[in-house]
């Protein structure tokens, strides 16, 4: 899997599971842009806090922020299908 792949599948993640938790106490709308905020907060932070850091080792790339940010996009997207269709085709008892 290539560097801009493992960026927007960590940022797809991280989106899910914040979206998820956060879900659980606020409107799935607020929950779909928490999770697509902590994605884009972690991609920042990744690069220009760690790879900053140490220079030898890593490289601050962009490209890198912007994958991370299209991974929670689609990851927030994902999220608000999924609350949606769950609401519509669910019953209670």
Partial sequence: ????????LAGFC??????AV???FWPAIVAGALGLLSATVAGALKEWVFDA?????????????????Q???????????????TERFSWTL
Avoid: C, E, N
Wanted: glycine fraction near 6%; charge should be negative.
């Fill in 53 to 69: 850091a140490d220079p030898i080792a890593h490289t601050v790339d962009r490209r890198d922020f912007w994958a991370t940010v």
């Fill in 1 to 8: 899997m290539d560097d801009k792949a493992q960026h927007r």
């Fill in 71 to 85: 991974g929670g996009t689609l990851g927030s997207i994902v999220f608000l299908v999924i609350q949606d269709l």
């Fill in 14 to 19: 991280i989106a899910i599971i914040v979206a």
């Fill in 22 to 24: 956060v879900a659980i």
